[in-house]
T-cell receptor
């Protein structure tokens, strides 16, 4: 059973507009969430994270929103740029010492068109 | 920032041979490293958790005798794919957990093709 779900395998957005990538999780023990960006044949690159004690974290063009009651988080990219085109993975982590590894979603391929 | 170096970036080997992949944390000590595998259009799947000085913990369905993991120091973990078969062809990625926080840094990955 997938604990982290990214239900949209792909998303296409016009340059300059907002990209919204969604992620749902099922395990209430998760308390830390991360978004990674991945280009083909490369390792994931960390983008932004959020702790469960917050509901929003912002870093430049990237903002992550967390809705704990809905077990849902989203990544907003605004304005979107062609260089943002990549696969975005949502990942979740349980408290330190209990489950140290990340659980990844299947990823959403974002295409930003000029 | 934290850097994890992974080598080789790609390798082609003959069926039946073994391949070693190295993962080094360059500017921090990593007591725990993780090895993932990604098939095309799939998510990153955790294969095993490597702890310095002790045996690795393998996920269900991952053959420990086939995927040998050694974590001999705080900065180096290796994954050896033994007696490789074409179905082992995949993208292998390591990551290390930063001791200072909840951060994870990934290596650049290794594309393994078994012919």
């Amino acid at each position: 059973d997938q604990q982290v779900k990214q239900n949209s395998p792909s998303l296409s957005v016009q340059e300059g507009r907002i990209s919204i990538l969604n992620c749902d999780y099922t395990n209430s023990m998760f308390d830390y969430f991360l978004w990674y960006k991945k280009y083909p044949a490369e390792g994931p690159t960390f983008l932004i994270s959020i702790s469960s004690i917050k509901d929003k974290n912002e870093d430049g063009r990237f903002t992550v929103f967390l809705n704990k009651s809905a077990k849902h988080l989203s990544l907003h990219i605004v304005p979107s740029q062609p260089g943002d085109s990549a696969v975005y993975f949502c990942a979740a982590s349980a408290p330190w010492g209990s489950q140290g590894n990340l659980i990844f979603g299947k990823g959403t391929k974002l295409s930003v068109k000029p | 920032g934290a850097v994890v170096s992974q080598h080789p970036s790609w390798v082609i080997c003959k069926s039946g041979t073994s391949v070693k992949i190295e993962c080094r944390s360059l500017d921090f000590q990593a007591t725990t490293m993780f090895w993932y595998r990604q098939f095309p259009k799939q998510s990153l799947m955790l294969m095993a958790t490597s702890n310095e000085g002790s045996k690795a913990t393998y996920e269900q369905g991952v053959e420990k005798d086939k995927f040998l993991i050694n974590h001999a120091s705080l900065t180096l973990s290796t994954l050896t794919v033994t007696s490789a078969h074409p179905e082992d062809s995949s993208f292998y990625i390591c990551s290390a957990r930063d001791l200072r926080g909840r951060g994870y840094t990934f290596g650049s990955g290794t594309r393994l093709t078994v012919v």
